[in-house]
């Protein structure tokens, strides 16, 4: 009896649990099957049940492929040269360079303390630009004990991946086979000069007034010590600094005539240094101690004019220097010229802290991209500020005056400045089931805490951004009756928000809802309406379902005028969209 018992009370117990448990797995079921095929239908369209496919990936509308290279996109690459149109290397007397491969790069090393070695590839267009330059400083150098080679990459991916080659052209220097990446120019020039300070003392001796003075009719930027002695510890850290400062010839003399000729009074107590430039600011006297460090550092806080002219040529300078943070004058040229003085007034409080730059905004190869960049527009002048270590814009407001850039600067550097961030205007009425996003209303709408949204940074020019709004735009039809839902895009062209980072277009960002002090979520999926739909009901913070489609019996036709009966006598409509 008492075993029997026992089996009603399991039994009741498992029954129960069962009842439980079948209405959850019935329920995910049912979400997991969940018809979605009227996705890819028009909204407000009936469909004929009877005449739709089985619902299969790929019924999707799918993302399409874009092999062709968007015209518009602004993007260059070096790409393989196709089988068709193989390509020709053009005639370079490069005898001088040594060929290397697996096979005889051991024995190079080994048998020279001193040696570059360029990794190329035969289509690549940097490659080939440097290759008469390479070639020229190869046949200067060979006299002096440096041999120059080079190494086809694409044959010996050994010694490629030995030496962790990830782009073209790679080039080393050599040391006793210590290999360290080539910093300078690529071109004959800075070739020589490099190799020539890495391989020899880095100062030349100014011994006469004749040596002198072809010195400063050649050279733009000069550094001359006067020592006490042209060998020796004052030497040796002359000879230290030249080697970390690669666009700067270093000097020494103990001629108090050549001293004079260079702007140093010979009566000063040695040692002393002078730079020279051919700039507004033409002399820089040293007076800190005479070491490696303190000379390196007024050398490269000083060797800039105190306004940079924008261009492909002084980039580098600017983006290579160890200095940061940069003040900018836009400007047309016409009006330059009554505000670069001003610049260059303030330029001199900040020497070593910032780098003072004009961009000519009506030069459509350096300028204006320059000026989109930072969201200028018109003939100025504005000024802007930039920190290279965060990528963060400021702006001044006010005249372009000597007191209102030295304020500016001031608290730009003393990070009292709040970032500026690009914004087009914010739209006057923003009805659409896609919501138009700007820099000024971001807050607003994307950081709304109760709502989820879903985002697309995309540019104009962008070809799969194009191919996308179709689809875009079917999905924000569906979705339109869901309050907690907003679907929204953004042009990352003219328009920036720190929560809004993209590396490419179009950018896709989800930001749930009570979670917006987050970084948003990346949406990573397929470029559909229902892959879409899908990673919103799986990320969404606040729940929602659309109404399904509403069945209509023949004999009880829908009072609805573009119901369509079906073969089997049951039309579907698709209803609006409502939130539970």
Not at 225 to 254: C, H, R, W
Not at 507 to 526: E, H, I, Q, R, Y
Not at 566 to 575: F, L
Request: glycine fraction near 6%; charged fraction near 25%.
């Amino acid at each position: 009896m008492t075993s029997f018992r026992c089996f009603l009370v399991l039994s009741l117990v498992s029954f129960l649990l069962l009842s439980t448990v079948l209405p959850s797995i019935s329920t995910n079921d049912e979400q997991d099957d969940e018809d979605l095929r009227f996705l890819e239908e028009t909204e407000g369209k009936s469909v004929d049940i009877a005449s739709l496919p089985h619902l299969s990936d790929s019924d999707d509308d799918q993302f399409p492929d874009n092999d062709e290279e968007d015209e518009d996109s602004g993007s260059e690459q070096e790409t393989g040269a196709s089988l068709s149109d193989p390509y020709k290397a053009p005639q370079i007397d490069d005898k001088d360079v040594v060929v290397l491969t697996q096979g005889n790069f051991s024995d190079f090393i080994k048998n020279n303390k001193f040696g570059m070695v360029e990794f190329y590839a035969p289509w690549c267009g940097h490659c080939q630009s440097l290759a008469p330059e390479y070639a020229a400083a190869a046949t200067e150098l060979k006299g002096e004990g440096v041999l120059l080679a080079k190494v086809d990459a694409t044959q010996e991916d050994e010694l490629a991946e030995e030496y962790d080659v990830e782009a073209f052209p790679t080039i080393y220097f050599l040391v006793d086979g210590k290999h360290t990446l080539y910093p300078a120019a690529r071109n004959k020039d800075a070739i020589v000069t490099w190799i020539k300070k890495q391989i020899g003392p880095g100062i030349y001796n100014v011994t006469t007034l004749d040596d002198a003075e072809r010195i400063l009719t050649s050279e733009s930027e000069v550094a001359l010590g006067y020592l006490n002695s042209l060998v020796g510890p004052e030497s040796d850290e002359l000879a230290a600094t030249s080697k970390l400062l690669d666009d700067i010839k270093f000097y020494q003399t103990m001629n108090p005539d050549v001293a004079k000729l260079f702007h140093i009074d010979p009566e000063v107590k040695r040692p002393a240094l002078v730079l020279l430039k051919k700039d507004a600011e033409k002399i820089c006297h040293f007076d800190g101690l005479f070491v490696k460090t303190a000379i390196s550092e007024f050398v490269t806080s000083n060797k800039l004019p105190l306004v940079t002219i924008f261009s492909r040529e002084s980039a580098p300078s600017i983006f290579e220097s160890s200095i940061k943070m940069h003040l900018l004058l836009f400007a047309t040229l016409n009006i330059s010229e009554k505000y670069i003085p001003v610049l260059q007034e303030a330029a001199k409080l900040f020497k070593g802290k910032l780098i003072s730059i004009y961009v000519q905004v009506d030069n459509e190869e350096s300028g204006k991209p320059v000026a989109n960049f930072f969201g200028v527009s018109g003939n100025g002048p504005t000024i802007r500020a930039y920190s290279g270590d965060d990528a963060k814009k400021f702006a001044m407001n006010g005249d372009v005056t000597f007191n209102n850039i030295k304020a500016f600067a001031e608290d730009f550097l003393a990070g009292r400045l709040k970032p500026f961030y690009k914004s087009d205007p914010i739209p006057e009425t923003n009805n659409e089931d896609v919501k138009e996003v700007v820099g000024d209303n971001f807050d607003e709408i994307v950081l709304d805490e109760s709502k989820d949204v879903l985002l697309e940074i995309y540019a104009p020019w962008c070809g799969h951004c194009r191919s996308l709004e179709p689809t875009y735009n079917k999905l924000a039809q569906h979705l339109r009756g869901i309050n907690s839902l907003v679907i929204a895009k953004m042009d990352g062209t003219t328009n920036e928000h720190p929560k809004a980072k993209s590396a490419g277009f179009p950018t896709m960002l989800f930001f749930p809802a009570g979670k917006k002090s987050f970084d948003p979520m990346k949406v990573n999926t397929g470029r559909t309406v229902v892959d879409f739909y899908k990673f919103l009901k799986e990320h969404a913070t606040i729940p929602f379902n659309l109404k399904k489609a509403v069945l209509v019996p023949k004999d009880k036709p829908t009072k609805t005028s573009d119901s369509k009966v079906g073969r089997k006598g049951i039309a579907m409509k698709i209803d609006s969209i409502q939130s539970d």
